[in-house]
């Protein structure tokens, strides 16, 4: 039997099931390591694995993007959490390494740790490659969770980890959806072919720029980089233009303002979320302005907020831990008219972060950090960033034009909040800008990604 340091030796048992939060709507299966029967078998044919972690909400809402567009493109989606396997080698690394994250996300709201710790680790502890040497070393630990996976399923990792555990693992073909636009060898998984959101980050990571100080790297070979464009949801691309001019029209005929806030997965906005509602308070209870307000697993969150902001309780609407009355409520504002706040909890992982998703579509504004929300088809005001990586998410976004600069302070937050209010053009240049985006092909990332590792199966 081997030690809690080292399974490579354990023959786990695999049990497929359909995801009971997103199987559905999604198409996914769950590869779940534990004993008995598996109900389901491994679509040798037409599967695909989406390799993700737990870590933060950004890798799953990827995940949930590549596992949509494979449904919309006629495969299935099998989902393997390599954070959500208690029992391995694999889960007990990567859920310290998400603990030590997660503190530093918090502790980054401390000026002097932010400055000399948190940004400068984000930024180029990360980006170089002898970090990167001892992650690969690392993910040979996490490769036993792929022993029993039928080695010709295609692997999309939404993080380096699942595409590095695949490749060690043998998996024949594994893409690794690399989820920043700042390049960083964090994110390689050598005998991989990497996928690219951005056109800079493309470059970038061609030459390994900077990934070695000032040396000259040997640059990337082109079958091992491709250019995909944003990782989006089947549902959100196939629907931008509808939303986009729902949103025109909202303003044309002043309707309130919905403002989407949601909440990271490490909960670090909660000051930002409380300036907002207060600022917007007038605005709200004068049918000028609503709010959708979503703190996906963290209702610590939205309880400070409620104890913070009285105020709030009268023209607020809790949507707590009922998934089914969400999704009717996010399509019944589709076409509806909406007043006053809506608070979201969902205690599940996979509601949590879908929830926002939904909601997306009928919000006029999402208001979030730089994160992998950065590249999603929707109005974006983007605040204070977690990590200075992320700084370049809302500077191609504001480039690309469906978003504003990130607002690193409170009242700059603000002053965007009042421009999109008491502004006609903002907005709907926004939209006028993700509608001429989708023509060029810009969200269509997911898709590529899918027919990228298919398409490597295909080949032999």
């Known amino acids: 039997m081997a030690s809690d340091l080292d399974d490579s030796n354990v023959d786990y048992n695999i049990v497929i099931s359909k995801n009971e939060h997103i199987g559905d709507s999604l198409g996914v299966y769950d590869v779940l390591l534990k004993d008995g029967e598996s109900p389901e078998k491994f679509d040798e044919e037409k ?11 950004g890798h799953y809402r990827i995940s949930m993007a590549m596992a949509s567009a494979a449904k919309a493109l006629g495969f299935t989606p099998y989902w393997m ?13 990567i859920s310290a390494q998400n603990d030590l994250y997660s503190l530093g996300s918090r502790l980054s709201k401390n000026k002097l740790f932010n400055k000399f710790v948190w940004e400068p680790m984000n930024y180029e502890g990360f980006r170089k490659l002898s970090y990167n040497s001892s992650d690969q070393k690392n993910a040979e630990l996490m490769a036993t969770v792929y022993k029993n996976v039928p080695k010709d399923i295609p692997v999309i990792g939404t993080h380096a980890w699942p595409a590095q555990a695949a490749v060690h ?10 989820p920043d636009n700042w390049p960083m060898a964090l994110h390689f998984a050598e005998g991989a072919v990497h996928a690219i959101q951005c056109k800079n980050a493309y470059m970038g990571y061609r030459i390994c720029n900077g990934m070695s100080k000032d040396a000259v790297c040997n640059p990337m070979p082109n079958d091992d980089l491709v250019y995909t464009g944003h990782y989006i949801d089947h549902e959100l691309v196939s629907n931008i233009e509808a939303d986009c001019q729902a949103r025109i029209d909202r303003k044309k005929n002043g309707k309130p303002m919905r403002f989407l806030l949601t909440i990271g997965g490490a909960g670090a906005q909660k000051e930002i979320f409380a300036a907002i509602i207060k600022y917007l308070l007038p605005d709200i209870k004068a049918n000028k302005a609503s ?38 409520f996010a399509e019944d504002a589709l076409s509806g008219d909406v007043t006053g706040i809506h608070g979201f909890y969902h205690e599940n992982i996979f509601e949590a972060v879908y929830c926002t998703n939904l909601l997306m579509r009928s919000c006029d504004v999402l208001v979030t950090k730089p994160s992998e929300l950065a590249f999603y088809p929707v109005p974006k005001l983007f605040i204070k960033r977690v990590g200075k990586h992320e700084m370049w998410g809302a500077i191609h976004s504001a480039e ?34 993700i ?17 990228l590792a298919m398409n490597m199966k295909n080949r032999g």
């Open 291 to 328: 709010l959708y307000v979503n703190v996906g697993d963290y209702k610590n969150v939205w309880d400070d907020l409620l104890n913070e902001i009285p105020e709030m309780k009268e023209i607020a609407t809790e949507h707590f831990n009922e998934f089914d009355k969400t999704t009717k």
């Open 81 to 93: 959490d390599l954070n959500g396997y208690p029992q391995t080698t694999c889960t007990k690394v």
């Open 435 to 451: 509608k001429l985006n989708k023509t060029i092909g810009l969200y269509d990332g997911a898709y590529k990604v899918v027919e």
């Open 400 to 433: 690309m034009g469906d978003g504003t600069l990130e607002c690193r302070d409170i009242p700059h937050t603000l002053q965007m909040i009042d421009i999109f209010m008491k502004d006609d053009k903002l907005l709907t240049e926004m939209c006028e800008s």
């Open 47 to 57: 599967g695909v694995i989406v390799g993700n972690i737990r870590m933060g909400f």
């Open 169 to 178: 693992a043998g998996m024949k073909y594994v893409v690794n959806a690399i």
